[in-house]
């Protein structure tokens, strides 16, 4: 049974600096993107950012690029989001997602539970 579980979530200062964590187990971990996905209130779930299986690629979304930077460690199976300059935007519940992506499609994947990041100004 496939689990992720993030962490790193909390309260921070409009300029300020967090990072996220996602633990996974269940299946190999060196064998998938791995991905980062945020919903804020009233909003659909948007990409964030994604590494591929080797760690050879990443894609960042254009709203963070230069801000967050998305890393992995496949010793620990663990995947991080570093975020850094953050802004109220950036408010929202953080998802890790993991399976095999192909543009925007992602197949035989799961979620996360979520981590709230909240930014205040």
């Known amino acids: 049974q496939v689990q992720l579980v993030e962490s790193g979530g909390g309260l921070v200062q409009a300029g300020g600096s967090l990072r996220l964590s996602c633990t996974a187990s269940g299946r190999t971990f060196g064998s998938y993107t791995m991905g980062w996905f945020r919903q804020a209130p009233l909003t659909e779930r948007e990409f964030v950012a994604s590494i591929s299986w080797n760690g050879g690629h990443t894609a960042v979304a254009d709203s963070v690029k230069g801000r967050f930077t998305i890393s992995k460690d496949n010793a620990k199976s663990t995947v991080y989001l570093q975020m850094d300059?953050?802004?109220?935007?950036?408010?929202?519940?953080y998802y890790c997602r993991q399976g095999f992506r192909v543009g925007s499609t992602w197949t035989s994947d799961s979620w996360g539970q979520g981590t709230q990041v909240t930014v205040s100004s």
């Open 85 to 93: 300059s953050l802004k109220p935007d950036d408010t929202a519940v």
